[in-house]
């Protein structure tokens, strides 16, 4: 059985994530809606690449600017918030798995629950305990994150008018195994991915607190301060989602494909992803190139990335917050 003051640790860490997760993700939610339209998208999403017409059907989208007017003017405002309820329940338990499970990496890493203690690890422990938490919290909540992908995707007119539907039509059509659809992909993004944001996340800390001990070193003979503001910190958590997701984006691409290959789709949308359309992962990195190019597997990077920066810088900032307000309450 575990201390109490592991309990109370794992609960501020859950709890923390959970309320920063929510937050970022309602936040963010525009963007990303944009970003999976994008994905999903086979025609082209750039007016440039309209140039091939003769190679494509009609394409619904071909910018960011574009599909929010469209988006606003077919669905309204709440348009954007399309797949939001299972967005919120994929993400609040999802980072909150995410900390606790770093938290405890970290600790087991450092011999030491402090947070500076944690910063002196090796950035390799950084980085592979990030990976190994994002694991841990994608096998946990995948299921939602697929129902979020099939619900922001549609449009209208819709589809699936509600979450339960699609999870029925999902159970009836493909099984069980269909809320896993994607699940190798993603798992093979999520770990550069949550590696490279949470590694990187720790490393530019440790580059803002060393340019503090400078800054104040050359003002002040008293012990130099490195605590970071709040700005630090969101430009640590800006830079590291930038970081990450500017390099693991075509999988993220190829994981929406395998969500929705071959579920139901209004035709005004373009083409669907018909069954069977990708053996495997590779074989799908392969399809895009071959049919849609390499913008094929940067379909969305923009939106992807205005959102996954702020997004991140949210979610560590709000993270930091929330824990240290709930440590201070539970002592």
């Known amino acids: 059985m575990e201390e109490p003051g592991q309990l109370k640790r794992a609960l501020v860490d859950s709890l923390a994530g959970a309320v920063s997760g929510g937050i970022s993700r309602t936040v963010t ?35 960011i600017l574009q599909a929010t007017r469209d988006i606003f003017r077919e669905e309204g405002l709440s348009g ?12 609040m338990p999802y980072t909150a798995i995410q900390f606790t499970v770093l938290h405890k990496l970290k600790t087991f890493a450092a011999g030491s629950s402090k947070t500076e203690d944690h910063l002196q690890l090796s950035p390799y422990l950084s980085y592979f305990s990030g990976a190994l938490a994002g694991c ?8 939602f994150d697929l129902l979020r992908t099939i619900l922001a995707s549609q449009g209208e007119p819709r589809v699936y008018t509600t979450m339960r539907s699609a999870f029925l039509d999902i159970i009836k059509t493909r099984g069980v195994r269909g809320l896993y659809a994607g699940l190798s992909p993603t798992l093979v993004e ?14 530019f800390k440790r580059w803002m607190m060393a340019w503090n001990r400078y800054r104040f070193s050359n003002i002040s003979s008293m012990r130099p301060d490195d605590s970071l503001s709040s700005f630090q910190l969101f430009l640590c ?3 590291a989602g930038t970081c990450a997701k500017a390099i693991c984006h075509p999988l993220d691409v190829v994981k929406k494909r395998f969500q929705i290959e071959g579920l139901r789709r209004h035709p005004k ?5 018909e069954n069977q359309t990708y053996k495997n992962m590779y074989h799908a990195l392969r399809q895009i190139l071959h049919v849609e190019g390499w913008p094929g597997l940067y379909k969305g990077i923009f939106p992807s990335l205005i959102k996954s920066a702020p997004a991140g810088a949210v979610t560590f900032v709000v993270y930091e917050y929330i824990s240290d307000w709930l440590e201070s309450l539970l002592t």
């Open 136 to 143: 841990a919290a994608t096998l946990g909540s995948y299921p």
């Open 190 to 203: 999520i770990i550069p991915y949550a590696g490279l944001q949470f590694g990187s996340y720790d490393t």
């Open 237 to 239: 958590g800006f830079a």
């Open 80 to 91: 954007f918030w399309r797949g939001n309820v299972p967005a919120l329940l994929l993400y």
């Open 269 to 273: 949308y373009g083409a669907r992803v």
């Open 29 to 63: 939610s525009p963007l990303d809606v944009i970003k999976i339209r994008f994905q999903v998208q086979i025609e082209p999403t750039s007016s440039w690449a309209l140039l091939k017409r003769d190679l494509y059907g009609t394409s619904k989208y071909t910018g």
